[in-house]
């Protein structure tokens, strides 16, 4: 409970911006997050929590403006959750996303970077391809919501435009909304995935109810007009299922490698095509020489990077915890005429030595983790002295942990690092680091 002592409001100079997108300064002693605050800004804040090492606040005046601060284009911002950096521009957001990495590697993992190489940066706008709308019907608020949850609470916030979406469903909200009010449950349809490929777009509708005949036909009359794929769920992943009939996988090229990869409307892929692109190029530029010979990929999903650097190993082995997708990596590199991959399922968090040939020695490997890291594959690599690892990293912190094992247990170095602008105006952060080590 806040004692009665406790100002409702603060002020102070933001320094830096922290892993969520909030200004970081100091007020009373203290630590505090401000969301809303840009660095080199003074603002006057209104507390939302105090605890014994850090505050937090939102933003309720601007004292003294960021040179970088802009006008948000979404008229959602500021209430929507979808993005929290709108209003920095976007050279700027890149730099910080840069700092919250440097910081994590110098404070968590205590470890210095031979080398930064420039960010990587793409569109700024219309570039999500994957994405998962939540509808409530809420009678207060005028019936059904159809957008992304609320920052700091799990309401809708309505939206009528998302700019950062794919254009395809981004400029087409109102039409979905309309859709779905015109459903016999719309109460019962709570969630709505969207997935594009390079030249197609399909939309799943997650429904809590059997739909009716003229459910259907509405749903199926929506694709039509607007070009999607309409799939439903009624229950977990295993019952997702085109509309009617079979429909053609969705798919994405990657031209440097000569590539193009099939995926289905609820699998793992990069949500921004032009940054993967650029993304996979790095990647397998770095692996250098090594990635000549026999690579090891953790976390291969559907073959992304694994066929990228198929097209130069030797031969390359693909570790997945996902069966099903360990399967679409075997059809992709069948697809592609390669015949050097071996894709296998193994859980990468427990044992993944288990799925490697006992007699291999891979020159390479490569990391691709959820945000939980990967601790046990990273000591894996350590204790076989794989020369040379690349690591794409979702989270800093847990980059920063493995980076502290790597570098202080087995003796790598981080030979170079830099972040990729895979989500722009949101405070997601991609990067990837080189570890190197010598005999």
């Not at 004292?63 to 050279?91: I, M, N, W, Y």
């Not at 992304?148 to 909200?173: A, K």
């Not at 590199?333 to 993944?352: C, E, I, K, S, Y």
């Amino acid at each position: 409970m806040k004692s009665a002592r406790e100002p409702a409001t603060g002020s102070c100079l933001l320094g830096s911006l922290n892993h969520d997108g909030s200004g970081v300064g100091h007020c009373e002693g203290k630590v505090v997050f401000v969301d809303g605050g840009l660095p080199g800004e003074e603002v006057r804040f209104r507390y939302l929590t105090r605890k014994r090492r850090f505050d937090t606040g939102v933003v309720e005046e601007i004292l003294t403006p960021s040179a970088e601060r802009v006008e948000a284009r979404c008229s959602h911002f500021g209430v929507c959750g979808g993005c929290r950096l709108q209003h920095l521009a976007p050279a700027a957001q890149v730099r910080a996303k840069e700092a919250v990495v440097r910081e994590a590697f110098a404070h968590i993992a205590k470890v210095e970077c031979a080398h930064w190489v420039p960010p990587l940066a793409g569109p700024s706008y219309g570039y999500r391809r994957k994405a998962r709308l939540g509808a409530r019907v809420v009678a207060k608020k005028g019936g059904l919501l159809v957008g992304f949850r609320e920052r700091r609470h799990s309401y809708i916030t309505p939206l009528s435009l998302c700019h950062t979406l794919d254009p395809r469903l981004g400029t087409r909200l109102p039409a979905l909304k309309t859709l779905l009010e015109g459903l016999s449950a719309p109460e019962a349809m709570p969630q709505i995935e969207f997935a594009a490929g390079d030249d197609a777009a399909a939309l799943v509708f997650r429904h809590l109810v059997d739909m009716t005949p003229a459910d259907r036909a509405a749903l199926a009359g929506f694709g039509d007009a607007h070009g999607f794929a309409v799939y439903t769920q009624s229950g977990g992943p295993e019952t997702v299922a085109p509309l009617a009939g079979e429909s053609a996988p969705l798919h994405y090229a990657l031209p440097d490698f000569g590539l193009d990869l099939v995926f289905g409307p609820t699998d793992f892929v990069q949500v921004n095509a032009a940054m993967n692109r650029a993304m996979v190029a790095q990647a397998v530029d770095w692996l250098g020489d090594a990635g000549t010979g026999r690579v090891l990929d953790l976390f291969c999903g559907l073959g992304n990077f694994t066929l990228a650097i198929a097209r130069r190993a030797q031969s390359v082995w693909g570790v997945e915890g996902a069966a099903a997708l360990v399967a679409k990596g075997q059809t992709n590199a069948h697809r592609n005429g390669l015949d050097n991959v071996q894709f296998v399922a193994a859980d990468l968090d427990v044992d993944p030595v288990a799925a490697w040939p006992a007699d291999a020695v891979f020159d390479a490997a490569l990391l691709d983790p959820p945000r939980t890291g990967a601790l046990a594959a990273v000591k894996a690599l350590g204790e076989r002295g794989v020369a040379r690892i690349v690591y794409v990293s979702c989270n800093p912190a847990t980059l920063a942990r493995d980076a502290q094992l790597l570098v202080h247990s087995y003796g790598y170095r981080v030979a170079q690092a830099g972040v990729l602008d895979m989500f722009p105006h949101t405070h997601h952060i991609e990067a990837m680091a080189l570890f190197t080590r010598d005999g």
